[in-house]
């Protein structure tokens, strides 16, 4: 698949230790394996001139007190706490001074972030969107930038969940109703 480097942007969805690394709360053999192909893809990005968004999952250690029903941390477990270890990127993933760094709150990359006026402001159409966990924040932020007229590009074999069945579904989930499939070594900048 050949995207142009100058109306596209790669998007690392939580790519961070709480996630992908054993001792991470959230640990899943399958984000610490999605590691090197979202690492290869950003490199093949950045030699293109292409735009590279991370994104963080980050809760202040207050987020879900006065909740109603929305609350990560009944659902979860206390994960990614703003300011720890398990919120940072993993260090394969070193962002640099050109990258945009998104701080979420929730799954969706887009909700209450400065993702949407970013794609804008610098004429990003179409989105290749790698990272973890395929049926929760990759998902989430995948629909909504098709809800928003972007193009969603999901690189299946750069994405991690923490189990395959999760990632099928939430992979044929997209394709069905509003992004695409590639694989990394379809993806070509140019």
């Given at each position: 698949?050949q995207?142009?480097?100058?109306?596209?942007?790669?998007?690392?969805?939580?790519?961070?230790?709480?996630?992908?690394?054993?001792?991470?709360?959230?640990?899943?053999?399958?984000?610490?394996?999605?590691?090197?192909?979202?690492?290869?893809?950003?490199?093949?990005a950045?030699?293109?001139?292409?735009?590279?968004?991370?994104?963080r999952?980050?809760?202040?250690?207050?987020?879900?007190?006065?909740?109603h029903?929305?609350?990560?941390?009944?659902?979860?477990?206390?994960?990614?706490?703003?300011?720890?270890?398990?919120?940072?990127?993993?260090?394969?993933?070193?962002?640099?001074d050109?990258?945009?760094?998104?701080?979420?709150?929730?799954?969706?990359?887009?909700?209450?972030?400065?993702?949407?006026?970013?794609?804008?402001?610098?004429?990003?159409?179409?989105?290749?969107?790698?990272?973890?966990?395929?049926n929760?924040?990759?998902?989430h932020?995948?629909?909504?930038?098709?809800?928003?007229?972007?193009?969603?590009v999901?690189?299946?074999?750069?994405?991690?969940?923490?189990?395959?069945?999760?990632?099928?579904?939430?992979?044929?989930?997209?394709?069905?109703?509003?992004?695409?499939?590639?694989?990394?070594?379809?993806?070509?900048?140019?």
């Amino acid at each position: 698949m050949q995207v142009d480097p100058d109306s596209t942007a790669v998007v690392v969805v939580d790519m961070q230790n709480g996630f992908c690394h054993p001792d991470g709360s959230l640990y899943a053999p399958g984000s610490e394996a999605a590691i090197d192909p979202c690492a290869t893809l950003v490199a093949r990005a950045r030699d293109a001139d292409t735009p590279v968004v991370f994104t963080r999952d980050v809760h202040p250690p207050e987020q879900f007190e006065d909740a109603h029903y929305y609350d990560e941390f009944d659902r979860w477990g206390e994960h990614v706490v703003e300011g720890s270890w398990e919120a940072e990127l993993v260090e394969e993933l070193d962002p640099t001074d050109e990258d945009l760094v998104v701080v979420k709150h929730t799954y969706d990359a887009f909700y209450q972030t400065q993702l949407e006026g970013y794609l804008e402001s610098h004429g990003i159409d179409d989105l290749v969107i790698v990272g973890t966990l395929a049926n929760v924040c990759v998902l989430h932020t995948a629909s909504s930038a098709g809800l928003r007229d972007y193009r969603p590009v999901l690189v299946e074999d750069a994405v991690g969940a923490i189990e395959d069945d999760h990632r099928e579904y939430a992979l044929e989930h997209a394709d069905f109703l509003f992004g695409e499939l590639t694989a990394l070594d379809d993806v070509t900048f140019a």
